[in-house]
């Protein structure tokens, strides 16, 4: 058994290689660790301003407060985008590895799931709603197209609307598929890590916004579709389109509720655990959906009663943006975020590997682990101290590495790079 004075200069070491880690971390390094995923921010800021513009009950005011979440909505999207053009030049391989890496590539596109088939993947155990996200742009053309029709010239209306629900039907299908993925991951496994529940709310998104297209183009249809639509001279195509959109729309947003009730009791559980992560933005924009979606219900139904719901959920909508926002800042004050292991780059090691994390405990001569299964099971050598260390099984393995300018090890066994930091 190790000594307390070897335990004890073992915690030194690690404590004074922690300073000099953080002497070392400049802004250059903050910068190299912003990921897509920070777009979840504007996703929620310019949700705001959309639902603002949407609300029942109009004051003076709140066009004045819309603008402002419109325009703050495109300095952050200016400032974030110069902020990963620059994370970009001084890390060149991340933008190739940030496209397949499975934990950041979701926020990007949605022309990702072929490369995440073929490169990557993804176990059913750590599905999380997210999974959702390459497909998210097909959720939202459904209530654009139904918020632009009005301005449109007749001859533009009709295809402005077969797009919407084009696209709509594309992200909802697919957000279906993944939607089987994440309830099986809930069956067979535990919840996620309660920082990271905030995230589950995005599964409220699809079925939302999905909700509020269908309620909205039904709407619009007598209105856009010719009364001669597909060869039926004597039958009220739009009328009929209207009724079938209303009901979906109605029956698909008890859907959105039922994940939102279902993420807000787990969130609840595990409230006292949590800490900030970039999934808090999923507070906002997910549930922007089910708020457009209840908006849009209440003015179809023409029900004061829903109308006045929908804007006390704007009003709670605002009050989590607020709370996500100040707590974004605060994290960024105190290292939680833009900091080496706490973003969704970590994993990827200087060389452009993806890396998967190694289970740690104690010193590897505690285990009782003889040297050569030791070595199968992917360790350092025998007598390494993992106890203080955090352990990546890296890929592709190489033969040789260099060992980086900073308090690290590195270790290849059997053709395994094992690294220790």
Request: aromatic share 12%; hydrophobic share 50%; charged share 15%.
């Amino acid at each position: 058994m190790p000594s307390k004075q070897g335990s004890s200069d073992l915690e030194a070491s690690a404590h004074d290689e922690k300073r000099a880690e953080e002497q070392h971390h400049g802004i250059k390094d903050r910068i190299s660790h912003f990921t897509w995923s920070n777009f979840a921010c504007t996703m929620s800021t310019g949700a705001i301003a959309v639902v603002l513009s949407q609300q029942p009950f109009q004051f003076d005011g709140l066009n004045v407060i819309g603008k402002a979440f419109f325009i703050l909505d495109l300095v952050l999207l200016v400032a974030f985008m110069a902020a990963m053009v620059t994370r970009f030049i001084l890390q060149p391989w991340k933008v190739t590895k940030s496209l397949h890496y499975p934990k950041e590539a979701l926020f990007f596109g949605s022309f990702w799931y072929c490369t995440l088939f073929v490169a990557e993947r993804i176990p059913v155990s750590t599905a999380m709603p997210a999974l959702v996200f390459p497909v998210y742009p097909s959720l939202v053309i459904g209530p654009l197209a139904a918020s632009i029709l009005p301005s449109q010239p007749q001859k533009a209306s009709l295809p402005i609307f077969i797009g919407g629900v084009l696209f709509q039907g594309l992200g909802w299908v697919v957000a279906m598929f993944m939607y089987s993925v994440y309830i099986i991951r809930l069956l067979a496994n535990d919840l996620p890590p309660p920082s990271s529940r905030p995230g589950m709310f995005i599964s409220v998104g699809p079925a939302g916004y999905t909700s509020a297209a269908l309620v909205a183009l039904g709407n619009h249809a007598p209105h856009v579709v010719p009364q001669n639509f597909l060869n039926l001279p004597n039958f009220d195509v739009g009328a009929a389109i209207k009724v079938v959109g209303v009901m979906s729309g109605i029956f698909v947003w008890s859907v959105a509720f039922w994940f939102f009730a279902l993420t807000l009791v787990t969130i609840l559980h595990g409230a006292k655990k949590m800490s900030f992560t970039l999934s808090w933005w999923a507070f906002i924009f997910p549930n922007a959906g089910l708020t457009l979606a209840t908006i849009q219900i209440g003015r179809v139904l023409d029900s004061k009663g829903i109308n006045a719901v929908s804007s006390a959920m704007t009003v709670l909508l605002i009050m989590a943006w607020l709370f996500t926002a100040g707590s974004y800042i605060v994290a960024v004050v105190r290292k939680q975020v833009y900091w080496t292991g706490k973003d969704e780059d970590h994993g990827m090691d200087d060389n452009g590997q993806a890396c998967v994390e190694v289970p740690r405990h104690k010193r590897l001569r505690d285990t009782g682990l003889k040297r050569k299964s030791a070595r199968d099971a992917g360790f350092g050598t025998a007598g390494t101290d993992f106890s203080t260390s955090l352990a990546f099984r890296c890929r592709p393995t190489v033969a040789r590495t260099t060992i980086p300018e900073s308090p690290a090890i590195w270790y290849t066994l059997q053709g395994q790079s094992i690294f220790a930091s």
